[in-house]
């Protein structure tokens, strides 16, 4: 079977040491997270997982399993790459003279719609939020010119299809 | 606390009372029906250990001589009872030597609540003494595991841990609890858990599958049962056996599904596996319709998948979604409890006999019995089987006891020989395979069923891996029979050493004390018998006895466990030698 890139989102109660035990599962199957981002949902007191994988069908099949059947656990879903909107964000933290002295960063801050989130007397920060090969080539456009610290996001997401949630907590309070 | 129970009857909500943390254990454990727990005290959990001195009339408390042993006696308690097992231990090395009877308790679904002692709540993180993150390290191996670091949580987690133990697929729950919360007083109430809101316990059964499952056995020409330990935990078992009677469907189990359904029923075809029966086996390549209930499709079970049932349509009736698929792939998933689903398909299912296929498992089963069966009862050669030890105890029990075995050739020549009349009687380790498992399990089994005989069936290996546990057979003086199969070797190791790595014998190799001497520094009644004449005179006076029994048996030091489905073959490759 083929790996592919699929994104993992998990809706859960919020607990200590959930994340140890969505984790653990990865860990036993020797599959790497690639990248992991954990937030409040839609739904009050529920909190989202968003797991992104590169493995084949039948493990991500098998790692869903494993995380519903997790007791804190309401519902995990897998979606591909198409299936989902999606979106990581980057943080840039760069010299301030450079804003100045060369001018192509400016060229390079409008053409990839990123913001100057703040300016410093001796740095200032960009930041850039979009696809993993968006960021990337940003990275490149500025390297040349020295990033003193870069830090990239987990990917978060959001599915194209519907998740009921909502009516899923009904249910599992109505059995 | 008595007043307090009848009136829990009554109102779901009762008066309050203030109490100590580990008072409050007490009481939850009494409301949860607990009256017996194993376990070993310590530092972290003593305040607990002086409540259950107070409490002695209420709850028993089982001091094993390891905390694993506590894990295993619990487990064979539950798994005799079916009521969930209680084992408990201070913080640090108390609460990691629980570690590997809840691995098994997880992997063979056994329902259990451990509580562990921890250091107090403003030491945790800083090193203190005996304070080890038991939380982290149990994660991987619970089904559910909680700290609780204030009294007033005491309640509703544990009430939380039995309910979660023991619904849906069962499984071990660790409640680690710190110290402060144990001394610390609060306003104690407590109510039953009916409920977690993320949690679905058993799945609805789909009415749609049931009946693709219904025409599916109809129609089959060849069909198969192979059932687990769902139908036991599901308490599916007449069930089981109307669907087989009805349907007039060969039935076989794995190990753990061993004594849900009578072993001398007509349609009983016995174990499937790595050691099972040549005629289920073989044929579960020649079957048309697979029907798997309440079992996982464990690789000791299947063989190589790539050669499994490849030519069957395979029907899974399982309660845990995440076993559909894992393995083997399904034409029918019938999710839900076994006796619910068993239930709504039965009046679906067409009367039938199939003789002709019934024709070859007989046809196959003369082959195993001619060339294994009957050598392995009824020996010629000069040594002793460990065969004709079960066969023995067969006859003295009239196929009553509850055999509880450990883990290596031993184990396998129970499985394959011990008879059944009665459910739940089958104790063993079989997903983790926990060497050391039999004697404090037999001691939990035995202490769950003081009215039936439980015989433990151990090989010098495993024995000496928890033979510590005689003290608690000997201070309580649990009448358990000790059958130890002493083939002075770690016996399956050194058969695979045989056939797969030239006879080189890597330390599988034991030099072994004087077990008669052993059982007798601990006061318990003790024979050996290294003669055939001798076998059955000892086997009864062992069953007779009203007291503990030891009894050793000097076997064939180097005798194989046949059928074998050498690891990574197909079912198809059993080897008859």
Redesign the interface.
């Known amino acids: 079977m083929e790996k592919e890139w699929f994104t993992i989102s998990v809706y859960s109660e919020n607990n200590v040491g959930l994340l140890n035990r969505i984790s653990g599962i990865f860990l036993k199957r020797h599959i790497n997270i690639e990248s992991l981002n954990v937030s409040k949902s839609e739904i009050d007191n529920v909190s989202k997982f968003t797991i992104v994988v590169y493995t084949t069908q039948k493990w991500v099949l098998n790692i869903v399993g494993q995380i519903e059947k997790q007791i804190e656990v309401i519902k995990a879903f897998y979606h591909t790459d198409d299936e989902t909107i999606y979106q990581e964000s980057a943080l840039f933290k760069i010299k301030s003279d450079l804003l100045f002295d060369e001018r192509q960063i400016q060229n390079i801050i409008k053409d990839s719609n990123s913001q100057i989130v703040t300016v410093a007397r001796d740095f200032f920060v960009i930041a850039k939020s979009g696809r993993r090969n968006e960021i990337e080539e940003m990275y490149n456009q500025l390297k040349p010119f020295g990033i003193m610290q870069f830090v990239r996001s987990g990917r978060i997401s959001v599915s194209k299809e519907q998740m009921n949630i909502t009516a899923l907590l009904q249910e599992f309070q109505e059995k | 606390m008595e007043t307090l129970k009848a009136n829990k009857k009554e109102t779901k909500k009762q008066a309050t009372i203030k109490i100590s943390g580990a008072e409050a254990i007490i009481h939850c454990l009494v409301a949860e029906g607990v009256d017996l727990l194993y376990g070993y005290p310590g530092g972290a959990i003593m305040p607990v250990y002086d409540e259950l001195y107070k409490f002695q009339d209420k709850l028993t408390h089982i001091l094993a001589r390891h905390e694993q042993g506590a894990t295993h006696a619990a487990q064979g308690y539950a798994r005799v009872t079916g009521k969930v097992g209680v084992a408990m231990a201070t913080s640090g090395p108390g609460a990691t030597n629980l570690v590997t009877g809840i691995a098994d308790a997880q992997i063979d679904s056994t329902p259990m609540v451990c509580i562990t002692g921890q250091v107090p709540r403003h030491l945790l993180g800083s090193d203190a003494f005996q304070e080890t993150d038991i ?2 390290i149990s ?2 191996v619970t ?5 609780v670091t204030q009294a007033s949580e005491i309640p509703e987690i544990l009430a939380k841990a039995f309910y ?1 133990a023991k619904s849906g697929r069962p499984g071990p729950v660790l409640v680690d609890i710190t110290k402060n919360a144990q001394i610390d007083e609060f306003d104690f109430s407590y109510e039953k858990c009916t ?6 316990p058993v799945p609805k059964p789909n009415l749609e599958a049931i009946d693709a499952a219904a025409t599916l056995i109809n129609n089959a020409k060849k069909p198969l049962i192979v059932f687990g330990q769902g139908v036991i935990l599901g308490e599916a078992e007449e069930e089981l056996k109307a669907l087989v009677e009805k349907a007039g469907i060969p039935a076989a189990w794995t190990i753990l599904g061993l004594s849900a359904m009578d072993t001398d029923h007509p349609l009983n075809v016995g174990m499937v596996g790595m050691h099972g029966n040549y005629a289920p086996n073989i044929l579960t390549n020649e079957c048309d319709v697979l029907i798997a209930i309440g079992m996982r499709f464990d690789d000791r079970v299947t063989g190589r998948l790539n050669d499994y049932a490849k030519q069957a349509k395979v029907i899974h009736f399982e309660i ?3 076993e ?3 393995n083997v792939t399904t034409e029918v998933a019938v999710l839900g409890d076994s006796k619910e689903t068993l239930s709504l398909i039965l009046p679906k299912i067409k009367e039938n006999k199939h003789e002709a296929w019934h024709n070859l498992f007989k046809e196959k089963y003369q082959i195993e019995l001619d060339q294994i069966i009957t050598p392995q009862l009824n020996p010629t050669k000069e040594g002793l089987t460990m065969g004709e030890v079960l066969k023995e105890i067969n006859i003295a029990s009239e196929n009553k006891a509850v055999i509880v075995s450990d883990v290596g050739q031993h184990q396998m020549f129970a499985c394959r020989y011990a008879k059944f009349k009665q459910t739940k009687s089958n104790i063993t380790s079989g997903g983790l395979g926990t060497m050391g498992f039999a004697l404090p399990a037999a001691i939990g089994a035995k202490m769950g069923a003081m009215d039936r005989e439980v015989v433990a069936i151990i090989g010098d290996g495993g024995y000496q891996m928890t033979i510590q546990e005689l003290g608690v057979i000997f201070q309580h003086n649990v009448p358990v029979k000790i059958v130890v199969l002493n083939n002075e070797h770690l016996g399956m190791v050194r058969q695979w050493q045989e056939l797969f790595f030239d006879r080189r014998y890597a330390s599988t190799v034991m030099t072994n004390p004087d077990f008669v001497k052993i059982a007798e520094g601990y006061h318990i009644k003790s024979t050996r018998v290294s003669d055939r004449k001798d076998l059955k005179g000892a086997v009864q006076e062992m069953m007779a006895s009203k007291d503990p029994y030891f009894l050793e048996v000097r076997v064939e030091k180097e005798d194989n466990v046949f059928p074998m489905i050498p690891a990574g073959a197909s079912v198809s490759e059993i080897r008859l030698k």
């Open positions: 939380i982290g994660t991987p089904k559910w595991n909680y700290q979660i409920g977690v809101r993320s949690y679905k845990d979604p995440a559909v698929d894992k």
